[in-house]
Structures are given as C-alpha cells and as structure tokens.
C-alpha cells in the first residue's frame, strides 16, 4: 500500500504544503479574481442579506414579542429557512424566469436569487432571537413600568427593548457567521465570492487552491464570530448599566437590576 | 487499512475454502458462483452509472458478487482505489490526466493525442505507480463537445467548430474548464474562437443547457454521448481539426485484483470490444430522457450484445 500517493499521512503533509504556498503566494491575493476582490464581494453579499433580513425580521420579531403573541408561529414560519436546504432553494429560484439568473449590480450572475435564498437562511436566528429576548422580560418588570405610568411604547422602547438587546444582537451575529459561511454557495450559480476558489481548486485537483479558499472562509468567520462578540458585550444593559455607575452617575435605570 | 485488506483476505480464502469442498460433491456450477466480491466505483451520472452496471452484470454472469458504490467525483473514489475499489468505468484521459496532475501538479503537461494507446503509453509508469491496470480501450469514446442552439447555427452558419473562428462567444462550461487544453485553451489556440467570458455552471448541467438557450451564453460543453442536445433544439458542433484528447472508455482495475482474478480482464475486454459512441448515447438517451433505471437498461443491452 506505500506506494499509493494518496495514504493518509504524505497525502495530508502535501495538502497542508499545497495550501500554504497558495495562501503565500501574492499573486493569489490580488487582481479580478483574487482573493481580495472575491472576499468583499462576499462580504458585501452577506452583510446585504443580514440587513434584508434584519428589515423584515426585527420589526415582526419584536412586536410580536411586545404584544406577546404570534411568536410560536413567527419562529416557526421563518425556520423555513432553516428546514429547506439554502442551495435547494438557490437552485429552484435560477430555473424561475424572475429572479432567475439575472445579473444585479456587485451581486453578480444571479444576485437577486442568490440574495433572497440567503435572506431567508438567514431569518430564523434573528426572529428567534429577537422574539425570545423581547418575551423573555420578567412581567415584574414590566409589571412596574406599567406602575410608573409608561405607555405600551415606552415599555418597548425604554425596558423590553434595552433589556432584548443582547439576544437581538446575538441572533445578528448567529445569523452573519451562517450567511458568511453559507454565501459560498453562490459560486455554484456562477455568482460572485470565494466560493469561486473552492469550486474551482477541487475541480482541478488543485487542494491547495481550494482548502486555502475554504481556510480563508474560516478565518473571517472567525473574525466576524469576535466582532459580533464584542458588539453583544457593547449592547448588554446590565454592563452599560454598570460603567455608568462606575462613573459616577446617581440613577442606575432601575430596570436592569 | 492493512488490518481490513488481510480481514477481507482472509474471509475470501474461507469463501474459497467452502466453496471448494461444495464443488467437491459434483457440481462444478456451485464452484462458479463463488468468486468472491468485485468492489466497482466510479462518478456518479448516467453513463458511468450505465457502464458500472454493465460490468456488474457481466461479472455476476461469470460468478462474481459485485458491489457498486459511485461518487461525485474522480478524487473521492481514487483514495480508495486501488485497495477497497477493484474496478472503475474509466475514460482513457480522465485517468490519466487525473494521476500526472496529482503527480506532478495542477500545472503539468497533459497528453493531447487522440489516440487511446498513446495516451496510455505515456501514463504507464504513472498508472503502475499507483498500482491501475487499464484493460482493453473500448471503441465507444466519450469526450468534450460543444454546442450551439440551433438557431445560432442557422444564423450565423455554423456547423463545426472552426466556423466560430474570429468570432467572440461567452462560454458555459464546467469549472476546470479555463486552462484546459481539451476546453478554452483548445478553443482559443486550435480553433481561434474569442471567449470574453467563462460561466462556470457545470458539465453537461441543466444550468449549461439553460445558459446557452436563453442566449447568456453561446457556447455550452457537453460530451459526445450527450442524448438530449436536439430534444432541446441544440446543435453539437464537430471538432473537425481533433483537438480533443482521447477520451475513450477503458476499464481501470486494481493490478493487485487482476493478478488474483486474471479472467476479469477475458470479460471486461470482451464487454469493451462490443461497445460503440452510438450504443452509449442511446443508452444515455434511455437513462437520462426515458428515466429506465440503469440496471435494466445494463441489462437489456448485455443480453442483446450477446
């Protein structure tokens, strides 16, 4: 058997080889069809997706979580999204005559198709989230807002709100490391991204060309994964709730406590 | 890996064993039936899946037990072959491309002949190296073509290959498509077609097809056996000045197995032999437009070679 080039070690020690002189290599980097180029492209793809999303999400989520209804069925008709496979979607929507595989703007060959598959694989984390958090107030809290006077939309906007921040922007973040990751599917409709590297790598038998793609999907999920981190610490009431009081202010907003 | 192989072995010999004392008793037949498992693998569409079942057929014919396992692409099942994959319905390049390209890297010099013997000539030391035999290459071949609609060849009076010469064309093609010679590069270098774009949708894909009909793209590649091209008003274009690499259907078996089993080679050349361009794409055409499953359509066409 030692004479086959694939066994497991050598195969693996020239796979780790190949994707490092690819991701070294300046060339790769730069140009049309570098990595650069393709990385916002798909950059720009996920995070139009995350905001089509938040559009249409967020405002249902929080309302049918501050009327404390619907929510069950809200959650569970976005997770369409989670149930059908977002390339089996991508796939229908390029046969359709609309959107198809129109090209549309940056977004490239079948953008609008490509966008709304994404827009919906990335709705259940955000109507979830956002849902739960806002239902998931303590009704003493709410209770004594009402007591102080607070009108339907000042218990939103000053207490369930603040307080639903967190997990708001945690299904943001859930939902922009998925898209991210997911959008490099658009390679397959011919669409723009570094899903482009991957496809193309293995379909030259070049593993360097596409574990590097891949590699460098994972890395800026990563960096997204800390960014998004340290905007759910930023958005947590209790904390801003704390350094106010480090600096000296009187009244701690009695809702946090 | 070593552990399974000597399992296997070993649970072979038994099977021998056992079947040697059954033909002891007077039955020659009963010592026919027990050859053991023949592992075939291969890509998964409809004419490796046709050929897989072919072979399956004839070798269960001649007392074999095959097992078929067919996989998306060439690189997943040639981990396993040679070793726990004994056969492969191969395309004389395809192999041999495959095995210098992971030898020598994506950038190596590819035959270009038409002729199958060459081609297999010049991937012998590769081919043994990786301990593959390939048996006899079937007339049938199977390689790269291009198609128009049929409109775009009335329109612009074009029937093969050479009459797009000077003419700009957007591609839609597979995704290993941009520097290969036996696709871009051939149409650019050989036949001076102009290509501004290449979309890679896929091989013979239904994304190609639809391309190519509402016009995005012109040009779209499929193979030589493609069945459906003129059901969907397509006009394939000859590549009258050969720039296609010889792409005809030969069988890959494990060196290791055929020296095991040397009447595997007697039964698949035989198959090979019987097999031509015409009968593949109407089974091709029996699969993929008259959706019969491959096993019977195997079927029906050993028994009528016969």
Redesign the interface.
């Known amino acids: 058997?030692d004479?086959?080039?694939?066994d497991p070690p050598e195969a693996l020690v020239n796979m780790v080889d190949q994707t490092w002189q690819y991701l070294t290599d300046p060339a790769n980097w730069q140009g049309s069809e570098g990595i650069v180029v393709l990385l916002v492209q798909q950059l720009l793809l996920s995070v139009t997706a995350l905001a089509a999303a938040a559009a249409v999400g967020l405002p249902l989520a929080l309302w049918l979580g501050h009327i404390g209804r619907g929510g069950f069925l809200a959650i569970n008709v976005t997770n369409i999204g989670r149930a059908i496979p977002t390339f089996a979607l991508l796939a229908i929507l390029?046969?359709t005559s609309w959107p198809g595989?129109v090209t549309f703007g940056p977004y490239g060959?079948a953008g609008i198709s490509t966008l709304i598959a994404l827009t919906l694989f990335a709705l259940p984390p955000i109507v979830t989230s956002a849902n739960v958090g806002v239902r998931e107030v303590p009704d003493a809290v709410k209770e004594s807002a009402r007591g102080m006077g607070m009108t339907g939309g000042q218990l939103f906007w000053r207490v369930e709100l603040p307080l639903a921040l967190p997990l708001v922007v945690s299904g943001l973040r859930l939902a922009l490391v998925q898209v991210w990751a997911t959008a490099t599917i658009a390679?397959l409709?011919?669409g723009p991204g570094l899903g482009?590297i991957i496809?193309?790598g293995?379909?030259?038998?070049?593993y360097g060309?596409g574990i590097g793609g891949a590699v460098v999907v994972a890395v800026v999920a990563f960096v997204l994964e800390l960014l998004g981190g340290a905007a759910e610490r930023i958005a947590d009431p209790s904390r801003r709730a704390r350094s106010r009081s480090r600096h000296g202010a009187r009244a701690v907003a009695s809702v946090s406590a | 890996m070593r552990k399974g192989r000597l399992l296997a072995a070993a649970m072979i010999a038994g099977a021998l064993f056992l079947a040697g004392c059954g033909g002891s008793s007077g039955d020659s037949g009963a010592g026919k039936s027990q050859h053991g498992t023949v592992n075939i693998s291969g890509q998964n569409f409809a004419e490796a899946q046709i050929m897989a079942q072919i072979y399956a057929t004839v070798l269960r014919a001649n007392g074999y037990t095959p097992s078929i396992k067919l996989v998306d692409t060439r690189d997943v099942y040639m981990q396993q072959f040679p070793g726990s994959v004994d056969v492969v319905p191969e395309y004389v390049s395809g192999i041999v491309d495959f095995l210098i390209t992971q030898d020598k890297g994506p950038n190596a010099k590819l035959p270009t002949s038409a002729d199958p013997n060459t081609v297999i000539s010049q991937g012998k030391s590769y081919l043994d190296k990786q301990g593959i035999t390939l048996l006899d290459p079937s007339e049938a071949t199977d390689h790269n073509a291009f198609f128009v609609t049929d409109k775009y060849s009335k329109d612009h009076n074009v029937t093969k290959l050479s009459d797009l010469k000077g003419k700009s064309v957007v591609l839609a093609a597979a995704s290993d498509c941009k520097d290969r010679y036996d696709c871009a590069v051939g149409l650019e270098q050989t036949y001076g077609i102009t290509i501004t774009k290449i979309l890679p949708l896929g091989f013979a894909s239904q994304q190609t097809y639809d391309s190519v009909k509402s016009n995005e793209s012109q040009l779209g590649e499929t193979s030589t056996t493609d069945a459906t091209l003129s059901h969907n008003n397509l006009f394939l274009l000859d590549d009258d000045k050969d720039a296609q690499p010889s792409q005809n259907l030969v069988p890959a078996v494990s060196t290791d197995f055929l020296n095991a089993n040397p009447e595997v080679a007697t039964i698949l050349n035989k198959v090979m032999a019987a097999m031509t361009t015409r009968d593949l794409t109407e089974l091709n055409f029996d699969v993929t437009v008259n959706r019969q499953s491959p096993a019977v359509v195997a079927q029906n066409w050993v028994q009528s070679a016969r």
Do not use: E, I
């Open positions: 058997m004479r086959h080039a694939l390029v046969t595989v060959r390679a409709v011919a482009r496809t193309d293995f379909a030259n038998t070049d060309k």
